[in-house]
């Protein structure tokens, strides 16, 4: 059974009553997509970190990544949600076996913006990069984001970026799964995790994981029941090494929610085991 695997959550934000308010109440633009996914009730209270641990305890999740998100706003060209280190530090610190910081990545600060991820990295211990392209106006594989790729080869960390539409009003052409393959190609050691499932582009999303070993798919952002078939059957068959879980929480689902519908896609124990747990550790080096 699913409650035996304890759950690494690869794709999270914060979600404490402070984040919420500080990015999320005070955008027009953000309260826009919370009403459009029905989730303000969510926004409007938020958790204190003992009570998510709890909720984690409840879904059989061991542990929470949460990106240092830095969502640029295409409409207004400025930042709507620009989290600080020290934010998802001190989240961490509570439950430090339990928190695991990905380091936020803001093309347009350049360097400043590529020692800042050092400082995550080496200092704060984020295991990964997270890369949220659509805002930005500029698609992945631009050379604004190489030396942000060129520091994570570097450091051996992982870079994770959202793929597939845009829930927000961005354009959604810059999460075509197709840009990472420039990236893949230039950075062969660089490891590249493209979530959100790629939708509507899944097919070149598992495209890029079969043809390069260092791309992985998340499968996070939509409920297991309306994955696309061609992904399930990448999961269940050669894809079972490239396929990370993840809920994109906690703003949209709970991982109670996931883990109970993946118990009905008839996964075979071992293949679970992989996609719940293993495959997340390998490529975080945990």
Same mark, same amino acid.
Request: hydrophobic share 45%.
């Given at each position: 059974?699913?409650?035996?695997?304890?759950?690494? *959550?690869?794709?999270?934000?914060?979600?404490?009553?402070?984040?919420? %308010?500080?990015?999320? &109440?005070?955008?027009?633009?953000?309260?826009?997509?919370?009403?459009?996914?029905?989730?303000?009730?969510?926004?409007?209270?938020?958790?204190?970190?003992?009570?998510?641990?709890?909720?984690? *305890? #409840?879904?059989?999740?061991? =542990?929470?990544?949460?990106?240092?998100?830095?969502?640029?706003?295409?409409?207004?060209?400025?930042?709507?949600?620009?989290?600080?280190?020290?934010?998802?530090? =001190?989240?961490?610190?509570?439950?430090?076996? #339990? +928190?695991?910081?990905?380091?936020?990545?803001?093309?347009?600060?350049?360097?400043?913006?590529?020692?800042?991820?050092?400082?995550?990295?080496?200092?704060?211990?984020?295991?990964?990069?997270?890369?949220? $392209?659509?805002?930005?106006?500029?698609?992945?594989?631009?050379?604004?984001?190489?030396?942000?790729?060129?520091?994570?080869?570097?450091?051996?960390?992982?870079?994770?970026?959202?793929?597939?539409?845009?829930?927000?009003?961005?354009?959604?052409?810059?999460?075509?799964?197709?840009?990472?393959? *420039?990236?893949?190609?230039?950075?062969?050691?660089?490891?590249?995790?493209?979530?959100?499932?790629?939708?509507?582009?899944?097919?070149?999303?598992?495209?890029?994981?079969?043809?390069? %070993?260092?791309?992985?798919?998340?499968?996070?952002?939509?409920?297991?029941?309306?994955?696309? %078939?061609?992904?399930?059957?990448?999961?269940?068959?050669?894809?079972?090494?490239?396929?990370? +879980?993840?809920?994109?929480?906690?703003?949209?689902?709970?991982?109670?929610?996931?883990?109970?519908?993946?118990? *009905?896609?008839?996964?075979?124990? %071992? $293949? =679970? #085991?992989?996609? &719940?747990?293993?495959?997340?550790? =390998? $490529?975080?080096?945990?």
């Amino acid at each position: 059974m699913t409650e035996k695997i304890k759950a690494i *959550d690869f794709m999270g934000y914060l979600f404490t009553k402070e984040y919420f %308010s500080k990015y999320w &109440l005070t955008s027009p633009e953000l309260m826009k997509v919370a009403s459009w996914w029905k989730f303000e009730d969510i926004i409007k209270k938020g958790w204190s970190v003992d009570a998510f641990v709890e909720l984690m *305890d #409840r879904a059989g999740v061991e =542990k929470h990544c949460m990106a240092q998100l830095k969502m640029y706003s295409y409409q207004h060209k400025k930042l709507i949600v620009d989290v600080k280190i020290d934010e998802v530090a =001190k989240v961490i610190e509570r439950h430090p076996d #339990r +928190f695991i910081g990905f380091a936020g990545i803001n093309p347009f600060r350049k360097m400043e913006g590529v020692r800042e991820l050092e400082v995550a990295i080496k200092d704060f211990g984020f295991k990964a990069a997270y890369l949220h $392209v659509y805002g930005f106006g500029i698609p992945p594989n631009h050379r604004l984001f190489y030396p942000f790729y060129a520091k994570c080869a570097e450091l051996g960390v992982p870079v994770s970026m959202q793929v597939g539409h845009s829930a927000e009003l961005m354009p959604s052409e810059l999460g075509r799964p197709i840009y990472m393959d *420039d990236v893949a190609l230039d950075f062969p050691e660089l490891t590249l995790i493209g979530s959100h499932t790629g939708w509507p582009w899944a097919e070149e999303l598992i495209a890029l994981a079969w043809k390069h %070993s260092n791309v992985y798919i998340c499968m996070d952002a939509h409920l297991p029941r309306y994955w696309d %078939s061609s992904l399930v059957a990448f999961l269940k068959g050669r894809g079972q090494d490239k396929v990370l +879980f993840g809920t994109n929480g906690p703003l949209i689902f709970l991982a109670e929610d996931f883990l109970k519908q993946i118990e *009905d896609l008839g996964l075979k124990e %071992s $293949v =679970k #085991r992989k996609f &719940l747990r293993e495959n997340a550790i =390998k $490529v975080l080096n945990l």
